[in-house]
């Protein structure tokens, strides 16, 4: 499943309830976390190439 997934089916509540232990949380946010600095390095090397 893609993180842009996941996050759509937690903000419609469309998850088991299994889902809210706290080992999936903390894989939730490291995956977030993940994707955060994915955009920000894909921004840095865009501003170089400028």
Same mark, same amino acid.
Not at 14 to 25: C, G, I, K, Q, R
Not at 34 to 47: F, I, M, P, S
């Given at each position: ?8 089916? &937690?903000? +419609? @509540?469309? &998850?088991? +309830? @299994?889902?809210?232990?706290? @080992? ?27």
């Amino acid at each position: 499943m893609e993180f842009s997934t996941i996050k759509q089916r &937690l903000a +419609d @509540d469309d &998850l088991p +309830d @299994d889902a809210y232990s706290y @080992d999936v949380e903390q894989d939730f946010w490291e995956w977030e976390e993940a994707e955060r600095l994915k955009d920000h390095y894909r921004q840095v090397q865009g501003n170089r190439r400028s």
